[in-house]
């Protein structure tokens, strides 16, 4: 589903992207210079990782898997740098809910989300955005301990291993 407002105060009744009945779940959005909206998200019945594009926020693309991935990973948050690179983050959907990343140069070509510096903590990362360097950041939470967890990278692809938060 997407709504869409003018002002803040006033949105439109959520509706189906493109009418589409894919049991998925979008939980992130975020707009490019030129106006491209990239909302990512998951999969409810797979798991794999979806993406779904729009040039005014109305009229959306149906949900579509990234890259054709088979890989357990719902994608939580995107954001977009001022070069035009949409990057996402999330965790694997699988018992190991490792933190991941895919990116994507024009918001449909996106690469296989893979894990973050091979990490082997489950981590959830949920928020992400980038800076006016060029930095992004992504935060998130360790779901044995609930300590909050952030990790960095400067190119949206090689990252540190996520890490406690001081």
Known sequence: YYATSGDGSTWTTPALMNGSTADSIMNGVAVNSSGL?????????TGYPYY?????????????????????AVMQSVTVNSSGLFVAVGQRQDPNSYPVYATSANGSTWTTPATMNGSTT???LLGLTVNSSGLFVAVGYDPATLYPVYAKSSNGSNWNTPIYSP
Do not use: K
Not at 37 to 45: E, I, L, M, P, Q
Not at 52 to 72: E, I, K, R, Y
């Open 37 to 45: 909206f990239v909302a990512v998200g998951c999969d409810n019945t």
């Open 52 to 72: 779904a594009t729009s040039g005014d926020g109305s009229t959306w693309t149906t949900p579509a898997l990234m890259n054709g991935s088979t890989v357990f």
């Open 122 to 124: 489950p981590v959830y």
